[in-house]
């Protein structure tokens, strides 16, 4: 999925500002609209609704420390070398 979001925002360019919202946005409205918008997977999606919100608000946090813990992804993420 961050592949297509990444390759989508390749897509439609400006040259002169770089703007990555035209791919972004049309890959996530398309998304929805072909793959989400069906009632059988609306209603699986329902389902398991806490477990989603849960994975929302927590999985920043748990990437957030992950990123912050192994050097290399620190690095390439944030662009820091050192712990602080």
């Keep these: 999925m961050t592949a297509a979001i990444w390759g989508a925002s390749q897509i439609l360019n400006v040259p002169v500002i770089t703007v990555y919202r035209f791919g972004i946005y049309g890959l996530g ?5 072909f793959c989400l918008s069906h009632e059988a997977v609306m ?24 990123i912050q813990e192994i050097p290399i992804l620190r690095w390439c993420v944030l662009g820091i070398s050192k712990k602080k």
């Excluded at 209603?43 to 992950?66: M, T």
């Design 43 to 66: 209603q699986r999606l329902s389902k398991r609704r806490i477990v989603l919100c849960a994975a929302a608000f927590a999985g920043p946090y748990i990437l957030n420390r992950v």
């Design 29 to 33: 409205f398309y998304l929805g609209y």
